[in-house]
């Protein structure tokens, strides 16, 4: 995992934990139909009031925040990003 993103991520546990005045974050049930009655309920960093942010929600939260940033490689080639 790049350092940068690995940066966020324990940004994003600490506000977590610092919302729910805990040291950890709580076990929440998986929200996703298909796949619930495979998943037990876990620590999920991608949660919301002690509810798991289901595929479509974290869809829309990437959509809004990249809305019109221009992926591109190294090279300068446009790159696709998620559906």
């Keep these: 995992m790049p350092e940068e993103v690995f940066k966020f991520m324990t940004e994003i546990l ?6 729910y005045k805990s040291d950890a974050i709580p076990e929440v049930q998986y929200d996703v139909g298909s796949r619930k009655h495979l998943m037990l309920n876990k620590r999920y960093i991608f949660q919301y009031q ?6 479509y929600s974290i869809n829309a939260i990437l959509r809004f925040l990249l809305h019109g940033i221009v992926i591109q490689s190294a090279e300068g ?4 990003y998620f559906v």
Excluded: D, V
Excluded at 14 to 19: G, I, R, T, Y
Excluded at 77 to 80: F, L
């Design 14 to 19: 600490k506000m977590l934990k610092e919302s």
């Design 50 to 55: 002690s509810k798991h942010i289901n595929e």
């Design 77 to 80: 080639c446009p790159r696709p």
